[in-house]
């Protein structure tokens, strides 16, 4: 029988297929793995049981397949073809390698919590996005759900809705078949169940919320029972708290499982969306329960309807509707994303290597007229995460395209795949696959970001420039070292990166992004390590002037350029030089960072905040971007925009002690030393070498009155900095908090003497100056430093 079947299978597949071997089956289908030869892919065949393929329509049997084969979306398997083998109908779809949910049950029982959510996120995410074109799935059940690279995929979709039109025509009936692709007793609806001709979208909700409960317990709520039973149960019976089958739920998702068991579909979350929100919420945590979506209590009526059309129905149905399809086109088409490539070969060395494309793809599309290309700290926010989907990612960056992928470097060849996604849809707008040598890397850039600009076209009126590259492989893998250890930051790791960017400038004198990456280097180590100003400056300077004597038309040269001239109090080379760089790149977000404190270091503190804005629009994940702009906001006097940029910065990264420290001097600015206090001494704990910032702290001891800390914390700073390994500047902010103007201006003549980076990077106008602001010494520093000694912060009211 079995090689009969799949002999007709063969022949109505023709040449082009062969099959391999039978997988097995369910209830409704018998199913075989097969090759397409033509695409070089392993496909699945589901052929129909022959109880299942009596009688269907064959021809409208396919024309339903063929509307759910437009599902195309990361988390459902897509239907490719249907057909007719001897009279039974089949369908076809890609070969998924990995375990179904069901295995994974039988195998291991009930899943971690961590996992349980990833697992119902992934699936609610292709719900969403089925649900907005039309399509319910009908049979959501561990059995048609495949775990595979680390995400959970829906399978059979569609199905439901093709047999029962095939069957009935499109006004639909009632099939008895329990357990078949029309639902399954466990997972069932009641208004399923109970032959509802109102049956919707929120039928495979409910399904949803049977396989979180069988997830976190092991089982379904009414295990064990019959068919008829089951539907029973479904219909009238209320489900086991989940917290009594797994006590360690938290109660959040306790919550949200039980809402979504609801009998009366009005009152579960409405749409998979609200489940992906309610799961995505930062509040899921709490200890307290909290409402996901209110709704009015349930109909004591429909209850009881349903209960009674139960017990009087024997059969399962499957009744569908047609949502109205959105045209919307998507927000941001001409902004994309290149999220950070993974590193598939296993070896954490070639990380480097992953990132450095991510970086020059990023770069080669920064380039293209017409195209904004979100920043790269905002793009690394999601690296190493699979719990985000491309639509919230849209949502959060602005951008209408996502571009991510997969490299692996084995030996000398590299195999790249990338996948660009229209996160309006979820839609696939192009993916390749590649494999190349790697000394065909840089052609193997150009191609991809040819193809990108192609897939993204019409709506693009610009085309990728040429771009000048090493063409030596050597000092082009260095260059990609540097840059890794470069975003590590830290004193070693700029070293570090210092030492590759120079091997790589010695093996090919004319390789500008080496020298921008030299520069780079040495403009950074005076602020993060001891290395003095003096003596790095001077050399980073030369290094950027020679990369933008080699690529007059590189933006990020220019940006480079600017910071070091910035770093080296040269205001107007730095606003020259920014200015340069925006122009050839008005989305730069760097180039607008260092502008913004640039202008504000000169006394115009709005301007500043306008630039700081517009990085942070296009930088939104960046704590530092919002951290600055919280500082500049209160210095331009606009308290509540600085507390609320500053809570923000904050929420995206608690533990960076920038967020804190700029927070602080916000609350400084507005009279507030005991809240300054709090977020400045959190800032002082999580990085004690931020030493401006622990001045700053002392400052505010001071001005709440807790002089003896005060004292500590100036006596102990003092001593770092006779050592030099403190903030000059940040003793004497200590000493004006206590009110000691002597050795406070002694010690700010030592940082402008020694051109203290910190001095440099915040200026002279913040108002811990205010009590020497007119005395001879703080005027002489401040105009040696090219600054107005008379500006000064508004204070700030709370």
Same mark, same amino acid.
């Given at each position: 029988m079995t090689d009969d079947l799949q002999s007709r299978v063969q022949s109505a597949l023709g040449p082009g297929y062969h099959i391999e071997r039978e997988l097995g089956g369910g209830g409704m289908s018998r199913v075989f793995l097969a090759d397409e030869e033509a695409l070089g892919r392993k496909v699945v065949v589901k052929v129909l049981s022959p109880e299942l393929g009596a009688g269907l329509n064959v021809e409208r049997f396919r024309r339903e397949i063929q509307l759910a084969a437009g599902l195309q979306h990361p988390h459902i398997v897509p239907v490719l073809a249907a057909g007719e083998a001897s009279g039974l109908p089949y369908f076809m779809m890609p070969y998924v390698a990995g375990d179904s949910l069901r295995a994974r049950l039988r195998r291991t029982g009930a $899943?971690?919590?961590?996992?349980?959510v990833a697992i119902v996120r992934d699936v609610a995410r292709g719900l969403a996005f089925a649900h907005e074109r039309g399509v319910v799935h009908r049979d959501i059940k561990p059995d048609n759900v495949l775990l595979a690279g680390g995400s959970a995929t829906v399978t059979d979709f569609g199905v439901a809705k093709a047999l029962s039109s095939a069957r009935y025509g499109e006004g639909g009936g009632s099939l008895t078949l329990v357990g078949n692709s029309l639902g399954t007793p466990a997972y069932m609806a009641p208004e399923q169940a109970a032959a509802d001709p109102d049956t919707d979208h929120r039928a495979d909700l409910y399904a949803l919320g049977v396989v979180a409960y069988e997830l976190l317990a092991g089982s379904t709520p009414f295990d064990g029972r019959t068919p008829r039973a089951l539907l029973a149960a479904q219909m009238a019976e209320a489900p086991p708290p989940i917290t009594e089958r797994r006590p360690d739920t938290p109660p959040a998702l306790a919550e949200l499982v039980m809402q979504l068991l609801?009998?009366?579909?009005?009152?579960?979350?409405?749409?998979?969306? %609200?489940?992906?929100?309610? *799961?995505?919420?930062?509040?899921?945590?709490?200890? !307290?329960?909290?409402t996901i979506a209110a709704a009015p209590p349930p109909s004591r009526h429909h209850r009881l309807l349903l209960a009674t059309a139960g017990i009087a129905a024997l059969l399962?149905?499957?009744? #569908?509707?047609?949502?109205?399809?959105?045209?919307?086109?998507?927000?941001?088409? @001409?902004?994309?994303?290149?999220?950070?490539?993974?590193?598939?070969?296993?070896? =954490?060395?070639?990380?480097?290597?992953? @990132?450095?494309?991510?970086?020059? $793809?990023?770069?080669? /599309?920064?380039?293209?007229r017409g195209l904004r290309v979100a920043s790269r700290t905002s793009a690394y926010a999601y690296k190493g995460r699979r719990d985000v989907d491309v639509r919230q990612i849209g949502r959060q960056l602005g951008v209408g395209a996502v571009l991510e992928g997969t490299i692996r470097r084995d030996g000398d060849r590299i195999r790249l795949s990338a996948r660009l996604t229209g996160t309006h849809d979820g839609l696939t707008v192009w993916s390749?696959?590649?494999?190349?040598?790697?000394?065909?890397?840089?052609?193997?850039? @150009?191609? *991809?970001?040819?193809?990108?600009?192609?897939?993204?076209?019409?709506?693009?009126?610009?085309?990728?420039?040429?771009?000048?590259?090493?063409?030596?492989?050597?000092?082009?893998?260095?260059?990609?070292?540097?840059?890794y250890l470069w975003h590590a930051r830290g004193?070693?790791?700029?070293?570090?990166?210092?030492? *590759?960017?120079?091997?790589?400038?010695?093996?090919?004198?004319?390789?500008?992004?080496?020298?921008? #990456?030299?520069?780079?280097? /040495? %403009?950074?180590?005076?602020?993060?390590?001891?290395?003095?100003?003096?003596s790095a400056l001077p050399i980073a300077r030369r290094e950027a002037e020679r990369a933008v004597a080699l690529d007059s038309l590189n933006a990020d040269a220019y940006a480079t350029l600017g910071l070091v001239a910035k770093s080296a109090g040269d205001?107007?080379?730095?606003?020259? %030089?920014?200015?340069?760089?925006?122009?050839?790149d008005p989305n730069g977000a760097a180039a607008h960072q260092w502008y913004g404190e640039v202008l504000v270091i000169t006394g115009h503190p709005a301007e500043g905040a306008a630039q700081m804005t517009i990085a942070r629009r296009l930088d939104p994940l960046s704590p530092i971007v919002a951290a600055e702009l919280s500082f500049m906001l209160a210095l331009a006097g606009d308290s509540a925009a600085a +507390?609320?940029?500053?809570?923000?910065?904050?929420? /995206?990264?608690?533990? *960076?002690?920038?967020?804190? %420290? +700029?927070? #602080?001097? =916000? +609350?400084?600015?507005? @009279?507030?030393? =005991?809240?300054?206090?709090?977020?400045?001494? !959190?800032?002082?704990? $999580?990085?004690?070498?931020?030493?401006?910032?622990?001045g700053i702290l002392g400052f505010a001891l001071g001005r709440a009155g807790r002089l003896d800390s005060a004292r500590a914390v100036a006596s102990r700073l003092e001593a770092r900095a006779l050592r030099h390994a403190a903030s000059p500047a940040g003793v004497a902010i200590a000493y004006l908090g206590l009110g000691d103007a002597a050795r406070a201006l002694t010690w700010f003549e030592r940082a402008v003497e020694e051109k203290d980076q910190f001095l440099l990077a915040i200026g002279v106008s913040p108002r811990w100056f205010d009590p020497v602001r007119t005395d001879p010494r703080f005027v002489s520093g401040a105009r040696r430093l090219g600054l107005d000694p008379a500006l000064r912060a508004p204070a700030l009211t709370h």
């Open positions: $899943l971690p919590i961590a996992e349980v609801q009998k009366d579909p009005a009152d579960r979350p409405q749409t998979a969306d %609200a489940v992906l929100a309610a *799961l995505d919420d930062p509040d899921a945590t709490r200890s !307290q329960p909290r399962i149905v499957a009744a #569908g509707i047609v949502m109205r399809r959105r045209g919307a086109p998507p927000a941001g088409a @001409d902004a994309v994303a290149v999220l950070p490539f993974v590193n598939s070969g296993g070896d =954490a060395q070639d990380e480097y290597f992953s @990132d450095g494309m991510t970086d020059e $793809l990023t770069s080669a /599309l920064s380039q293209v390749e696959q590649y494999e190349r040598k790697v000394a065909d890397v840089f052609k193997l850039q @150009d191609e *991809l970001s040819s193809a990108i600009v192609a897939a993204l076209a019409p709506r693009l009126t610009g085309k990728l420039p040429a771009r000048r590259q090493t063409a030596d492989l050597e000092a082009y893998d260095l260059y990609l070292r540097g840059r004193d070693s790791a700029l070293r570090a990166a210092a030492g *590759l960017f120079a091997q790589a400038i010695e093996r090919d004198p004319g390789f500008a992004d080496a020298h921008a #990456g030299l520069a780079d280097a /040495l %403009a950074l180590l005076p602020v993060y390590g001891l290395t003095s100003a003096d205001w107007a080379g730095a606003e020259r %030089a920014l200015r340069r760089s925006l122009a050839l +507390f609320r940029e500053g809570a923000s910065a904050v929420a /995206l990264a608690p533990t *960076l002690w920038a967020t804190h %420290a +700029f927070l #602080g001097s =916000a +609350f400084v600015f507005s @009279d507030r030393p =005991a809240a300054a206090v709090s977020e400045l001494a !959190q800032a002082v704990t $999580l990085d004690s070498n931020v030493t401006i910032f622990t």
